[in-house]
């Protein structure tokens, strides 16, 4: 079973800082998600990746397969960005996501 | 385009009832992932299936729960009889093939009195 480590738990941040959020987990994956969950309850992928970095707007995700480890980066956050961050590896094997018990992100105006 | 449909979004029901939850896939997705949501255990695999067929059922609670999917286009999810700690959001997901990112319908609140 992959242990899926997340932190921080909860970050608030002020309009325009720059946040990272870190995901570690114990077993070899072919692929790791991050997913958003608006305090409505919808998800949204973000990235799915296997190695280096993606970005995408104002978000980068970076992976190092080697040290079982990613982060999730927003820069010049924006309280639209509040939200739950999930880190979800994806199984060596087979395709089940695994899933952290996310970072509850505020960013105040 | 439509993205991944569930129904209903919201059911309350008693303890006993059989719970029936509806989700269709984004077309031509062919993997389809059941997950449950709760605050104690957060996001978990139920199941999931690629072309229909049922890969992997090992996150399927006990044989209270069920679940098919009879064609591309349409999936369900079967609790008989539900207990109250089946309350819990259960979202379905889909992506084009198993591997790839999952787009995320908006659940179904599920509450069992």
């Known amino acids: 079973k992959n242990e899926v480590e997340q932190s921080p738990q909860n970050l608030t941040a002020q309009e325009g800082e720059f946040i990272t959020i870190n995901c570690s987990y114990s077993?070899?994956?072919?692929?790791l998600h991050w997913l958003q969950q608006h305090p409505g309850g919808g998800i949204v992928s973000l990235f799915m990746l296997s190695s280096g970095k993606k970005k995408h707007g104002r978000l980068i995700a970076t992976i190092n397969i080697q040290e079982k480890h990613s982060s999730l980066h927003i820069t010049a956050s924006h309280p639209r960005d509040s939200a739950v961050y999930i880190c979800a590896p994806e199984g060596g094997s087979n395709y089940k996501l695994t899933f952290g018990k996310g970072t509850l992100l505020t960013v105040n105006p | 385009d439509a993205g991944v449909i569930q129904s209903p979004r919201h059911e309350v029901t008693e303890m006993g009832q059989e719970v029936t939850l509806r989700c269709k896939p984004i077309?031509?997705?062919?993997?389809l992932f059941w997950y449950r949501q709760t605050m104690m255990r957060g996001l978990e695999l139920l199941i999931y299936?690629?072309?229909?067929?049922?890969?992997?059922d090992s996150g399927m609670p006990e044989d209270r729960f069920s679940a098919k999917m009879p064609n591309a286009s349409f999936s369900t999810l079967k609790i008989q009889p539900s207990e109250p700690r089946d309350s819990a959001v259960y979202f379905c997901?889909?992506?084009?093939?198993?591997?790839?990112?999952?787009?995320f319908g908006d659940g179904t609140r599920l509450s069992i009195l």
């Open positions: 077993v070899g994956i072919s692929a």
């Open positions: 077309s031509g997705h062919n993997s």
């Open positions: 997901a889909s992506s084009h093939e198993e591997g790839q990112p999952q787009h």
């Open positions: 299936f690629n072309n229909n067929v049922p890969i992997d």
